[in-house]
């Protein structure tokens, strides 16, 4: 049954929940503290071959030949393949239109065709009988190429005179080419208002630059697939990713393979954040594993791979204009933000440029944003894509703001902050929301005026929006006959979405979180359901199972009136009870008492409106070292609005996760690149993410503004916090040192520098 | 009669206006009659007969996922925005 | 193609023989050829601690340990600690305070907490911290993992009934 969850406003008013709220621990959790939860790199298939790839070790260089005769002739070695092993896709990718080259830069992105296009571009990949064995065979895969100089630069690489990376790009402006060959592919924008005007009526104008580094997700487990392509052309693909069916999908497109010879089965992911989208690997092993006479293949990335390879982050240069009059109320705003692609079209650049004011009521609005392609790996989702770095920038010019005005920052974006039915920058009309809420419990935190210690001590705040996203969605659910539920759901669970299914699911029933066993069900066995990203899992497939709990209770209530004789309005369901007559049954008895029969199972497919965004405001603590740069984060709170936290500890451990990783961002992570465009920093040693010891105790504290869109309440919540801490952590930095950073990282050289620069100006 | 926000990269097309009244009684209907006044404008909106992929609908402050076959009434403002992706 | 070598070594209190190639790690035999795939791979070059295992009470880095090192030596892995019925304290408190989410890096942690307190039973939250610096955590930001660590630290103390 398809149905698209109305957006009917659930009035959640004095609302009070029996399961929803609660902190239960999942037994599948038990799994993972022993070691025998399953990812995909855990995957053993009997007869299995081992993949390994071969990377381009320049940054841009056309390949003018490629020899693997003698790597097929290697003892133990099953196949060799390169994208001439790729179908033939001219003639999709021509009836796909406009939507074709998307195709194309997907297919070279995975196997290079004529060009690589960033140190660690893949090249030709073979399958062997061990892993050791396969990485030897790609040592005598004979490459040449003819060096192009690349172009790693995002301001360099608009410039007119730079290499063009493709020939046949022309900047996009909503349909309208460019006529000339271009580094730039597309060109958004959003204007109302008149920005000049609003300048000309404030008392303080900020005007500022920032750059910000190319970051990767972080996650431990590597990319991994395993294929086996059977002879009866049936294609089956475990691997480690965010949405099965978006890798049947691309799988499919990439090799000409109809969907309904493609299975992809779920397993536990080590960790994605948005970078586990796109596919690498999978398209790789099917044709191996065909090409070895249809045995598995598993192919697992090295972290230098994971790195070098997959989709980190944009780097991004982003200027910020803003004003204010002396009452603090913000008249004018103007952002240019130009955001590096990586080897093709596709960064976060239109998403930053829709999110980067959002918390803020301006009249006066004008916003550019640009998609540039550089030599580097080809970008991709991370956790709020693009808007940690225009954030940055944005709540950086605000602290300057506030300071010369001589306003306390949050009572600043308590005057500026929308409310319900504010418009954002893009149209879209604010429902209740709860920005408000966080800048409240913000100033309220006993952390705001705790009094700072040290000298080199200082306190930062900073807010941000994240927009959530709805999608596709559907479950399926079965009574036991025990009268407990199994349920599926086509979401892939990253961190604990199962939970909080069966929250909802139990909640919507009247029973417990223990009597619903929630599992993600593989392509075959479930309807389409779109990827685990932009905090959609609650929401989303929330209203799936929400209306699944439904269709149960109607169904139910049916049988009990055939059963009992009775008109349907006499039976009633409320708080978990059948009341039937005079009678009285839980969910559990009437279900097991109508079901033994005539088993019940229900299923059901949405794509719900009523996405509620999510707005945070946090605050920071840092000493800094001024004879190292070394910036210590002593104090972090984090106030976030979630709309209703269904598990509420899972709920604090996104909070804390997101939150460290801004702390990374803003302090240590970046990509380091020679002067040929090859990465330099290819291990955790030097790609430096937070340790254990580097974070606090970060403090979350969850605000909820019930979202009327969902029937408990719920707004994604994963993904938020990652935005507000690289500008929190640089407006704490400012108050300790009285330097204003804005490049990120804010690693210790640089940091240091700037400390010095203050020092002899003041001289 | 509904109205359309022009986007900011279409009001080269419009003479620099940037809300257009624009009679129609679907969103398909609308697009045609503005393409009238502005020619070129559908183009940039569409691809072929569905909205641009990397567009999305969105009525008085709302999004809305039925594209071009949305029936609008006389009040309704309208606006095209970039689809917005998550990690 | 080398030829593969016997090795002799006690794995989770069991005598193991197995067979592997000189150039094989440890956490290779353990997972590909042994089938104990609690210990897991992340970074696979001794940077992330997902593959923490303890090797004649130390703890180590399998990635980083030819599996033939451990010839005539013990090795405790994640299977090794669970017991046959419930959970080892660490699993348990693990659970309780909700310190794992993707879980990848979850065995390693155990392991390595478990090694801080077989030596050091009464850890500080700020040595806790620095003993755990050699495992990454991409998903928690370490908060749950170190509270679990001292709860279980304080019933170990406390109680000669728990599993340690």
Redesign the interface.
């Known amino acids: 049954m398809i149905a698209?969850a109305p957006?009917r406003k659930q009035n959640h008013k004095d609302k009070k929940f029996r399961v929803i709220g609660t902190?239960p621990?999942r037994s599948g959790?038990?799994?993972?503290?022993?070691?025998?939860?399953?990812?995909g790199?855990?995957t053993?298939l009997p007869g299995m071959l081992y993949g390994a790839v071969l990377r381009s070790p320049h940054a841009h260089a056309r390949i003018l030949s490629i020899n693997c005769l003698e790597a097929e002739m290697m003892?133990?070695v099953k196949a060799v393949i390169t994208s001439a092993d790729f179908p033939d896709l001219t003639k999709q990718i021509i009836s796909l239109?406009?939507?074709g080259a998307s195709l194309q830069y997907q297919t070279d992105n995975i196997l290079a065709r004529d060009k690589v296009l960033y140190y660690g571009h893949a090249v030709a990949a073979v399958a062997a009988t061990s892993?050791?064995?396969a990485t030897e065979a790609l040592q005598k895969i004979n490459v040449t190429y003819e060096d192009i100089p690349p172009v790693v630069d995002i301001r360099k690489a608009m410039d007119g005179g730079a290499p063009v990376i493709h020939s046949n790009l022309r900047t996009d402006?909503?349909?309208?080419k460019s006529n000339n060959p271009t580094n730039i592919a597309s060109?958004?924008?959003?204007?109302?208002g008149n920005p000049e005007k609003g300048f000309s009526q404030a008392s303080v104008v900020v005007e500022r630059e920032f750059n910000t580094a190319t970051v990767h997700?972080?996650?431990?487990?590597?990319q991994n697939a395993t294929a086996l392509f059977s002879a009866n052309g049936q294609l089956s693909i475990w691997c480690s990713t965010q949405g099965v069916f978006s890798v049947r999908d691309q799988v499919s497109e990439i090799l000409q393979i109809p969907v309904k010879y493609i299975r992809v089965y779920p397993l536990?992911?080590?960790?994605?954040?948005?970078?586990k989208?796109r596919v690498y690997l999978e398209p790789l092993a099917a044709l191996l594993s065909k090409k070895s006479g249809h045995k598995p293949v598993k192919i697992?990335m090295?972290?230098?791979e994971v790195l070098t390879a997959t989709g980190p982050t944009s780097a991004s240069y982003i200027q910020i204009k803003m004003g204010a009059d002396n009452k603090g109320q913000i008249t004018a705003a103007t952002a240019w933000l130009a955001y590096a692609a990586g080897a093709f079209p596709g960064s976060?650049v239109?998403?930053a440029?829709?999110c980067i004011f959002a918390p803020y009521r301006i009249d006066n609005i004008?916003i550019d944003g640009y998609d540039v392609v550089v030599n580097r790996p080809w970008t991709?989702?991370?956790?709020?894509?693009g808007v940690s770095n225009a954030v940055f920038a944005c709540e950086v010019v605000i602290d300057e703001l506030c300071e010369r005005l001589a306003i306390d920052p949050l009572d600043f974006r308590c005057i500026n902050g929308v409310k319900e039915g504010d418009?954002r920058t893009?149209?879209?009309?604010y429902d209740r929301i709860g920005f408000q809420e966080t800048l409240e419990t913000a100033k309220n935190q006993p952390h705001y005026t705790a009094p700072l210690l040290g000298p080199h001590q200082g306190r930062g705040v900073a807010s941000g929006f994240w927009?959530?996203?709805?999608g596709r969605s559907s479950a399926s659910a079965s009574i036991n006959l025990d009268g407990t539920v199994n349920l599926a759901t086509g979401s892939v669970d990253?961190?604990?979405t199962r939970m909080s299914l069966s929250m909802q699911l139990a909640e919507t029933l009247g029973i417990q979180a223990d009597d619903v066993r929630t599992s993600t069900a593989d392509t075959d066995f479930i309807g389409y359901t779109d990827g685990t990203?932009?905090?959609?899992t609650s929401f989303s497939t929330g209203w799936a199972v929400y209306e699944v709990g439904r269709q149960l209770i109607y169904a139910l209530r049916k049988r009990a009136a055939d059963l009992w004789q009775l008109p349907l309005k006499h039976v009633k369901f409320s708080e978990g009870i059948f009341t039937i007559g005079n009678q009285k049954f839980t969910f559990k008895e009437l279900a097991s008492r109508l079901c033994e029969d005539y088993p019940l199972s229900v299923n059901t497919s949405v794509?719900p409106?009523g996405?509620g965004p999510a707005f945070a405001t946090h605050i920071v603590d840092v000493e800094v070292d001024p004879e190292t740069g070394q910036v210590k984060i002593l104090r972090y709170t984090a106030v976030q609005d979630v709309g209703k936290a269904i598990h509420p500890?899972?709920v604090?451990?996104?909070i804390?996760?997101?939150?460290?990783?801004g702390i990374g961002w803003a302090l240590n992570e970046e990509y380091i690149y020679d002067e040929a465009g090859r990465m330099l920093n290819t291990?955790?040693?030097d790609y430096r993410?937070?340790?254990?010891?580097d974070?606090p105790?970060?403090t979350p504290v969850i605000v909820e503004a019930p979202n009327p869109g969902h029937p408990y309440g719920v707004r994604?919540a994963g993904?938020m916090s990652i935005v507000p801490p690289p500008a929190a952590i640089a407006n704490a930095i400012h108050a300790a040192v009285g330097v204003r950073m804005n490049t990120l990282p804010m690693s210790p050289a640089r940091l240091l520098e700037a400390i010095w620069n203050k020092g002899l100006h003041s001289d | 009669m509904p109205r359309v926000?022009i986007?900011?990269?279409?009001?080269e097309l419009t003479n620099g206006q940037?809300m257009v009244v624009v009679p129609g009684e679907t969103v398909g209907q609308v697009i045609e009659n503005l393409d009238q006044s502005f020619p070129g404008i559908k183009?940039?909106?569409c691809?072929?007969n569905k909205l641009?992929?990397?567009l999305s609908l969105?009525i008085?402050?709302?999004?809305?996922?039925r594209g071009i076959t949305q029936t609008v009434s006389e009040k309704s403002v309208i606006?095209f925005?970039?689809a917005?992706?998550?990690? | 193609?080398p030829s593969k070598i016997p090795v002799n070594a006690i794995i989770n209190n069991e005598l193991i023989q197995f067979y592997c190639?000189p150039?094989?790690s440890l956490l290779?035999v353990l997972?590909?050829d042994l089938?104990l795939?609690?210990?897991?791979?992340?970074?696979?070059?001794g940077?992330?601690g997902?593959c923490s295992v303890i090797l004649d009470g130390m703890l180590v880095n399998s990635c980083l340990v030819l599996a033939v090192e451990i010839e005539g030596k013990s090795v405790t892995?994640?299977?090794g600690i669970?017991p046959k019925e419930g959970?080892h304290i660490?699993?348990q408190k693990?659970?309780?305070?909700?310190a794992?989410?993707?879980?990848?890096?979850?065995?390693g942690f155990?392991m390595a907490a478990k090694a801080l307190l077989d030596r050091n039973p009464d850890p500080t939250e700020?040595q806790?911290?620095?003993w755990?610096?050699?495992?990454?955590?991409?998903?928690?930001?370490?908060?749950?993992?170190?509270q679990a660590v001292l709860d279980a630290a304080s019933c170990l103390r406390n109680s000669t009934q728990v599993e340690r």
């Not at chain 1, 893009?426 to 009309?429: A, E, K, M, V």
């Not at chain 3, 693990?94 to 909700?98: A, G, K, P, Y």
């Open positions: 698209r957006s902190s621990i959790d038990i799994d993972k503290v022993t070691g025998q939860a399953i990812y790199i855990d053993h003892p133990g239109g406009e939507e892993l050791h064995i402006e909503l349909g309208k060109h958004v924008q959003f204007k109302s997700q972080g996650y431990i487990e590597p536990e992911v080590g960790g994605a954040f948005g970078g989208n697992v090295s972290h230098n976060s239109e998403t440029a829709a004008l991709a989702s991370y956790r709020a894509p418009q893009n149209g879209l009309r927009s959530n996203g709805g990253l961190t604990g990203w932009g905090s959609r794509s409106d996405v500890a899972y604090e451990g996104q804390q996760g997101a939150v460290t990783q291990s955790y040693l993410i937070p340790t254990c010891p974070v105790s970060i994604g993904e | 926000q986007p900011a990269l279409l009001r940037d183009g940039r909106l691809y072929g641009r992929k990397n969105v008085d402050g709302k999004l809305n996922q606006r925005i970039p917005i992706s998550g990690g | 193609m190639e150039r094989q290779e997972r590909d089938n795939t609690g210990t897991k791979q992340g970074c696979n070059n940077n992330c997902a892995t994640i299977e669970t959970l660490l699993q693990f659970l309780e305070h909700n794992q989410q993707c879980g990848i890096c979850a065995p155990i700020e806790v911290r620095r755990l610096a050699g495992n990454l955590c991409r998903c928690t930001g370490y908060v749950k993992i170190v």
